[in-house]
T-cell receptor
């Protein structure tokens, strides 16, 4: 079992749809949970991060962490074609242990 | 302001040749990371530099891989005797400080360069 699992997609949705992206993990020591967005031929950029369990909202984006289930989610409301990218989850504990998921490729169709 | 830059953007080489990949971090960033991204595999951590401390080389896949960081700024990743399985995008990231070691939140985020796409024929 990989340390972080993520559905690779690709995921195609119509413009305006609600998108749900998910990751599961096995290491209960992870405390910090991040979502990165990566456009084609570009490096990843940090979208959101959360610490421990709970929700965090930023505009159209909501990140959820359920540590008891070792499951994290990113929701995108009113999705736009500009949201088309690969979304990578990443997680870390206090030390040098920064683990990325394989990424989910999202296409939002106009 | 200037972000993280990497060169070359693309590199095609023959099996068995050595390659050098360069990363220019954001000025003032003390932490620098190298990752490898293969299709469907996510980002694989390779090596980490923090200030003048000894680098964390725990992610390097073999002794054919090495990296240097001169003067706490520019870093070079060297792959000797390249193999076809080395083909991937090599990403560099820098951050202002390593907040993880300090036990703080990751608000000092890692800023990634555009990557170098390496193809070994």
């Amino acid at each position: 079992q990989k340390e972080v699992e993520q559905d690779p997609g690709p995921l195609s949705v119509p413009e305006g749809a609600i998108v749900s992206l998910n990751c599961t993990y096995s290491n209960s020591a992870f405390q910090y949970f991040m979502w990165y967005r990566q456009y084609s031929r570009k490096g990843p950029e940090l979208l959101m991060y959360t610490y421990s369990s709970g929700n965090k909202e930023d505009g159209r984006f909501t990140a959820q962490v359920d540590k008891s289930s070792k499951y994290i989610s990113l929701f995108i409301r009113d999705s736009q074609p500009s949201d088309s990218a690969t979304y990578l989850c990443a997680m870390s504990n206090y030390g040098q242990n920064f683990v990325f998921g394989p990424g989910t490729r999202l296409s939002v169709l106009p | 302001g200037a972000g993280v830059s990497q060169s070359p953007s693309n590199k095609v080489t023959e099996k068995g040749k050595d390659v050098e990949l360069r990363c220019d971090p954001i000025s003032g960033h003390t932490a620098l990371y190298w990752y490898r991204q293969s299709l469907g595999q996510g980002l694989e951590f390779l090596i980490y530099f923090q200030g003048n401390s000894a680098p964390d080389k725990s992610g390097l896949p073999s002794d054919r891989f090495s990296a240097e960081r001169t003067g706490g700024s520019v870093s070079t990743l060297t792959i000797q005797r390249t193999q076809q399985e080395d083909s991937a995008v090599y990403l560099c990231a820098s951050s202002l400080e390593d907040s993880f070691l300090a036990g703080g939140p990751p608000y000092n985020e890692q800023f990634f360069g555009p990557g170098t796409r390496l193809t070994v024929l």
